[in-house]
């Protein structure tokens, strides 16, 4: 079977997306931008990811760095998805409850 042909027969889905952008890092904070919570939305077609994402803080400086890096990522690993979209959202305003307890861990958070 060529890969064309497994690639259709199994589609990206938002879980694959979700573990994907596991590997996109804040470059202030050091975790990846799922265990922050900075997710807050994934939709998959056969050619194109949507994702909603926010911020920590409305101010972030480095708002467009997750982005563009998110989005290449995307690209890397769904070559069939000729579409990526990321909105970025400020409701629900994001908090430190949203984070992973693994997050929390490595921050150094009580649980």
């Known amino acids: 079977m060529n890969q064309n042909k497994l690639q259709k027969a199994n589609p990206m889905n938002e879980a694959e997306v979700r573990e994907v952008l ?30 909603e994402l926010t911020m920590t803080s409305p101010t972030c400086p480095l708002h467009q760095v997750i982005i563009t890096q998110m989005e290449q990522i995307l690209r890397q690993n769904f070559p069939d998805a000729k579409n990526i979209d990321s909105q970025l959202v400020w409701y629900p305003p994001w908090s430190p409850d949203m984070m992973s307890d693994e997050a929390k861990s490595r921050l150094g958070w009580g649980l």
Not at 23 to 51: A, W
């Open 22 to 51: 596991k590997t996109v890092v804040d470059p202030e904070i050091g975790i990846n931008i799922v265990d922050l919570g900075l997710i807050y939305k994934i939709e998959t077609q056969p050619d194109s990811i949507r994702v």
